[in-house]
T-cell receptor, first 113, second 114 residues
Framework: NAGVTQTPKFQVLKTGQSMTLQCAQD?????MYWYRQDPGMGLRLIYY???????DKGEVPNGYNVSRLNKREFSLRLESAAPSQTSVYFC????????????FGDGTRLSIL | AQSVSQHNHHVILSEAASLELGCNYS??????LFWYVQYPGQHLQLLLK??????LVKGIKGFEAEFIKSKFSFNLRKPSVQWSDTAEYFC????????????FGTGTRLLVSP
């Protein structure tokens, strides 16, 4: 039972390069989320998808784009990476209701030089 | 806008000591509250949650939290910590918008010495 799977686990990029972080969940959840985690700042929501076919901006969307490819998959794209985007990125999913917990992936540690 | 404050950024305890981590939120309406734990090198896991009813909520691994509406607080407690409780703890709130969009606190890093 994999839960939420993120790839890659680690990545080093040069400033200006682009890349896509992949996320897939096998729990048939409606909602999916992308967060970034920075020291002393907790988790901040980048984008979310309340249901298949919809995406919305979170707290810190600048510099990112997302695609909800299908119910299972939700990808995060950095079009032109900047050092300020060095972070640990977590994907999460939930059934979507206000009383449903979110389930997290193992994270992607991204360094931008 | 909703916000969550965790005032203790780092806590160091000896094994068997009691733990209380503070969490205060700002939101005037109905709230749903969560505590998540992140063990070193792992992803976040749900410790416990409060939606309604008994304000004293029990979670996994002997943790509990008390919702005090008048104080806008949801403090996490454990009577006797173990070395394996070393982790970072996050409080989160969802302001009952009909869809779950959590706001997280900045986290408390707990170190339990043997």
């Amino acid at each position: 039972n994999a839960g939420v799977t993120q790839t890659p686990k680690f990545q080093v990029l040069k400033t200006g390069q682009s890349m896509t972080l992949q996320c897939a969940q096998d729990m048939n959840h409606n909602s999916m989320y992308w967060y970034r985690q920075d020291p002393g700042m907790g988790l901040r929501l980048i984008y979310y998808s309340a249901s298949e076919g919809t995406t919305d901006k979170g707290e810190v969307p600048n510099g990112y784009n997302v695609s909800r490819l299908n119910k299972r998959e939700f990808s995060l794209r950095l079009e032109s990476a900047a050092p300020s985007q060095t972070s640990v990125y977590f994907c999460a999913s939930s059934e979507g209701g206000v009383n449903q917990p979110q389930h997290f992936g193992d994270g992607t540690r991204l360094s931008i030089l | 806008a909703q916000s969550v404050s965790q005032h203790n950024h780092h806590v160091i305890l000896s094994e068997a000591a009691s733990l209380e981590l503070g969490c205060n939120y700002s939101y005037g309406g109905t709230v749903n509250l969560f505590w998540y734990v992140q063990y070193p090198g792992q992803h976040l896991q749900l410790l416990l949650k409060y939606f309604s009813g008994d304000p004293l909520v029990k979670g996994i691994k002997g943790f509990e939290a008390e919702f005090i509406k008048s104080k806008f607080s949801f403090n996490l407690r454990k009577p006797s910590v173990q070395w394996s409780d070393t982790a970072e703890y996050f409080c989160a709130v969802n302001g009952g918008t009909g869809f779950q969009k959590l706001v997280f606190g900045t986290g408390t890093r707990l170190l339990v010495s043997p």
